[in-house]
């Protein structure tokens, strides 16, 4: 089967391929996924730069992505949930990356059944952003009329987070450029904040939860807007100690400056690292079925154009998200 793999670390161009390769075997828990597309994500370019070789160290080669639906035509002996034919969505566990192919097998506790109401490649949109975004909120435990920021509400995790905040009945500030506000608006968030032209910090003041997407500077800023004993959830800024040791960082601690400010303010700050979960793929699924959530897609890019596709995702710039259609 035709695959696109990764075959050393460094620029795009230079270290994608198309190759050739087996399909992949399946172990008793395994379904296999006739892929009908497949989707990318920030960690994917990270992957390829080797930005991320102490923390997922890669073979090479190794096939890219983690995003898929298609359907099922094989499954494993201990396979009870899904039949062969079954129309799915997953985001694969990390030894099973590799999307970006003909075939690719799959373990099925992170598959769910794709929801009925959307396309193959509007499905593959959703597993990776989408379970980032429940998981993070869910940790915050986000409940009705909790004042919420979502950081860069146009991007592949912002845009969901947006419409799964609002499902929970909370309110949303978001921040995004110029171009993108009047989009971000119609997709439920209560204030948008247009970052060329205005400053977030002076809008949002006394929110319940900051979701932080962006990290930088952005992650210390977000216990100037949060309310004393309030949440900041990030996913790109500093890993948070509780995190670390379950990574076995056993003696890592948060960078003091943050420390202090989680502490001056009695509020709380988790890393997220989001994790495959087909359960929660059906709760995405039903959302998506009755309408609280639709997927945001840039762009949908053919197979043999997916470096292309990769070259877009680099630029930081993506609105919604970036899909290739494999079958
Ligand atoms: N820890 C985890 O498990 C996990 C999981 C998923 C993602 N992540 C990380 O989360 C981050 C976001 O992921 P993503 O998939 O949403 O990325 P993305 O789709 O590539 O984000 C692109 C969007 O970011 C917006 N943006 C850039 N700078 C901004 C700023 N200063 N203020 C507001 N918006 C800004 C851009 O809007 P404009 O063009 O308008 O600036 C663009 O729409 C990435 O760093 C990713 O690696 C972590």
Known sequence: MKALQIVKYGAIEDSLAFNEVNKPSIEASDVLIEVRAAAINPIDKSIILGNLQSLIPIPFPSTSAYDVSGIVVEKGAAVNNFEIGDLVYARVPQEQMGTIAEFVAVTAVAVSKKPGNISFEEAASIPLAGLTAMQSLEQAGIKENDKI???????????????????????????????????????????????????????????????????????????????????????????????????????????????????????????????????????????????????????????????????????????????????
């Open 149 to 327: 920021l979502i950081h860069a509400g146009s991007g592949g995790v912002g845009s969901l987070a947006i419409q799964y905040a609002k499902a929970k009945g909370a309110y949303v500030y978001t921040t995004t450029s110029t171009p993108n506000v009047a989009w971000v608006k119609a997709l439920g968030a209560d204030r948008v904040i247009d970052y060329k032209t205005e400053e977030y910090k002076t809008i949002v003041k006394a929110a319940d939860i900051v979701f932080d997407t962006l990290g930088k500077n952005y992650t210390a800023e977000a216990f100037q807007v949060v309310k004393p004993g309030g949440k900041v959830v990030s996913v790109v800024g500093p890993i948070d100690e509780e995190t670390a040791k379950a990574f076995g960082m056993a003696d890592y601690k948060l960078p003091e400056e943050l420390a202090n400010l989680v502490s001056e303010k009695k509020a709380s700050y988790k890393f997220i690292f989001m994790h495959p979960n087909g359960a929660h793929l059906e709760t995405l699924k039903t959302l998506i079925e009755d309408e609280k959530i639709k997927p945001i897609i840039d762009k949908v890019y053919p197979f043999k154009e997916s470096i292309a596709a990769f070259t877009q995702l680099a630029s930081g710039r993506t609105k919604g998200k970036i899909v290739i259609k494999i079958g």
